[in-house]
């Protein structure tokens, strides 16, 4: 049995701690509190850390089925995980499926517009600069991440990873519009899903009605917030459990 150890750091969604005895993993609590527009809007719901954990863990284990590396070792609680310590890169990894968010105010798009085939963007993970959009040239360049190689391994692992999620959620009747993926880097020098992948970090829109389940509703005020976390959470128990 795991035990908690030292506490590393706190993050907007969880909070980090070591692992008793095991210097290769970390404890990971999922907290309650909702972030959006770089932390300037704050809020929080009871159960959003629970709901998050539960969703993010179908989800790892879906994807781990399809032969896909994640960090994940164990649900030790409802809502704390242990996981694998990577080396974190600090890429934010976007991948969309259609028009919604940042790219459809860019260029003026009309949200759900469909996109010739999915994008992957890279976002530097920066608190500071307020997680800007880099080209690979800049990531280059600039030195922002030395092991260029991983790039287009990030592209592929990007693509592979939204057709897989593309059917887990199609079969709860859910489109998957848009997400974001975080990587890291293990001792053995493999690239490794990190992170989590909730309501949070994807947009997910009801494929019959269009309506949003989704952190959206928080940035944007559309209310029914923790229903919807709690209806993405319903429909895959309904399918997966
Ligand atoms: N397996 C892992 N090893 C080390 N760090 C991780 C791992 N998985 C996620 N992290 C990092 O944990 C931190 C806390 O998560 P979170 O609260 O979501 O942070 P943020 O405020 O950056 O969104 C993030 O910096 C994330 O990159
Ligand atoms: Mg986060």
């Not at 993050?11 to 990971?28: E, H, N, T």
């Not at 790892?60 to 080396?87: A, G």
């Amino acid at each position: 049995m795991y035990q908690r150890g030292d506490f590393l750091y706190e993050g907007k969604a969880k909070k980090l701690y070591k692992v008793q005895s095991f210097d290769d993993l970390i404890w990971v609590e999922f907290k309650d509190s909702l972030t959006a527009f770089n932390a300037e809007k704050k809020g929080q719901f009871s159960d959003k850390g629970l709901i998050n954990s539960k969703i993010s863990h179908y989800i790892f284990n879906y994807l781990t089925e399809q032969n896909i590396k994640t960090h994940l070792v164990e649900l030790v609680e409802p809502q704390v995980w242990v996981t694998k310590k990577l080396d974190m890169i600090p890429l934010e990894v976007v991948v969309r499926n259609q028009v919604a968010g940042s790219l459809a105010k860019k260029f003026h798009l009309p949200k759900g517009k469909k996109l010739k085939k999915p994008l992957v963007e890279f976002y530097y993970k920066s608190d500071e600069l307020q997680d800007p959009f880099v080209s690979a040239e800049q990531i280059e360049c600039l030195d922002l991440y030395s092991n260029l190689e991983i790039l287009s391994d990030l592209k592929s692992l990007g693509l592979k990873v939204n057709e897989s999620l593309k059917s887990f959620f199609k079969k709860i009747d859910l489109d998957l519009i848009d997400f974001k993926l975080e990587f890291g880097c293990n001792d053995k020098g493999e690239i490794v899903l990190a992170d989590e992948i909730s309501p949070d970090s994807c947009r997910l829109w009801d494929s019959k009605s269009g309506d949003n389940l989704d952190k959206d509703r928080f940035r944007y005020d559309q209310g029914k917030v923790e229903e919807s976390y709690k209806e993405v959470l319903n429909r895959i128990e309904r399918v997966y459990a």
